[in-house]
């Protein structure tokens, strides 16, 4: 029974799985006919879609074929029309051109002709001339050649007697020209120069704090006096001047020396013979020092180059040199400074005028220890130290002790001339040079309208305020024009006055 269970049951199972295979079976063959139903769809599809793709870009295709076309139509009949304007251009040129050619042809033609006409003229005339001449011949009894001798011999002594009047003429007329501008030339110098003059005496004043300071510095018996006397060079006058002790002394170097000796003892208080040596040695040797560094300070002023130190010391003992009131020093910058301009006026080399001009008075700083005049004493010196031939003329010329070859010793003269008797320079003229001033601002305050007026630049500049509400823009030319009249009527000066007028409107209002 067992068995046949057994049996039974394995038949049971094959069939049930021989039906589940067969189901199995029909289900795959339906899932792969709905399959092959769908593919066919899909590519039904597809096919469709391409071939809707297709008619597309055929379309497209034909579409920019056809805009491509009827671009390249466009610009080939662009091109069409510009060949044609091109070729009506050329045509017409061509045209233009053979007229021309007809012109110059015709030109041509017409001077050949004109040619022949004057060729046959000239022989004409070469016959009339040359019977003429065959006539003048027999009139006269001359040939050609003695014709142009005695014609040539005439003309040659009347251009002889022309010549000299000419030159006469010129010559004059450059005399005048030379004056003229050489007073230019020193006025113009003269107005760019304004140097500082200092004006000294031969004496000087050392302040004491006290009257009992007199009976120290005089000492017992006067021996201090004595040794401060004995070591300067230097006179002490001791009188009753309170609180005051005169120094006098004719070099100006040595009075220094002895004023700053006496201000030092003075204020150290201990005044014997051996403190005073020390202090007056001390002077010294500062006043050694001031000298060669206004000595240098004077040839960089000049900018003069390469001068000897020995001429450099000796220039800076100008410093406390002086004629008639005017600091020698500041004279000597003055003159190579005037020198520099003219010679620059002239379109010169400045170089050796400045240098001779800046040592022309160095010989007064010896003056006082070399017998002879500073000119000598100067010229001696210069050619010590080797100075140029031209400088040393120049300086041995400008008083007129020899007569100048150069133009650097006519310059200097111009130049030395003009420092020493310009207004202001020297103290001789010091109140005509300060009236000449206060008569300017007269003569400018007179006008109306004037509000105030100052002479400045040594009185070649007159810089004048007028009333805005009297003057105004249009009136200040004329203005300026008669104040100028006036001044060249009523004055006498250097150079030129310049007129500076200077009108100020102002509007004032307050916020509150």
Known sequence: MA??????????????????MVYRKKIGQDVLTSAEKEAEIIIKAAKDSVESQKK??????????????????????????DIQHQERRIQQKEENIDKKIENLERKENFLKGKEKEIADKIKEIE????????????????????????????????????????????????KDECEVKARNILSIAIQRCAA?????????????????????????????????????????????TPEAITLSAFDPVRREIARLALERLIADGRIHPSKIEEMVEKARSDVEKEIKQEGQNAVLEAKVNNLHPELVKV????KYRTSYGQNVLRHSIEVANLCGMITAELGLDPTLAKRAG???????????????????????LVKKYKENETVIHAIHAHHGDIEPRTVEAFILQAADAVSAARPGARRENLENYIRRLQKLEE????????????????????????????????????????????????????????????????AVEYAK
């Open 443 to 506: 003569v400018v305050s007179s006008f109306k309208g004037v509000e105030a007026c100052f002479a400045i630049q040594a009185g070649r500049e007159v810089r004048v305020m007028v009333k805005p509400e009297i003057i105004d823009d249009e009136k200040m030319i004329p203005l300026a024009r008669n104040m100028c009249r006036k001044i060249e009527s009523e004055l006498e000066y250097p150079g030129q006055v310049k007129i500076n007028i200077i009108r100020e409107s102002k």
């Open 3 to 20: 068995i046949l269970f057994a049996v039974l049951a394995i038949l049971l199972c094959a069939i049930l799985f021989f039906c589940i």
């Open 127 to 174: 016959t009339i001339k040359k019977s003429q001449f065959d006539m003048l011949e027999k009139i006269s009894g001359f040939t050609v050649k003695q014709a142009k001798d005695y014609l040539l011999k005439g003309l040659d002594q009347e251009l002889t007697h022309e010549k000299a009047l000419k030159i006469m003429a010129y010559e004059q007329e450059l």
């Open 56 to 81: 597309e870009i055929v379309l497209e295709g034909k579409e920019e074929v056809h805009k491509f076309r009827m671009d390249a139509e466009k610009e080939i009949s662009n091109m069409r029309r």
């Open 358 to 380: 800046l040592l022309h008075d160095i010989g007064k700083a010896l003056d006082h220890e070399i017998e002879g005049s500073h000119v000598d004493i100067g010229v001696d």
């Open 196 to 240: 500082d003059h200092v004006s000294e005496a031969v004496v000087s004043v050392v302040s004491l704090p006290n009257d009992d300071m007199k009976g120290r510095i005089i000492g017992r018996e006067g021996r201090n006096i004595r040794s401060i006397e004995n070591l300067t060079g230097v006179d002490l006058i001791i009188d009753d």
């Open 315 to 318: 220039l800076g003992r100008l």
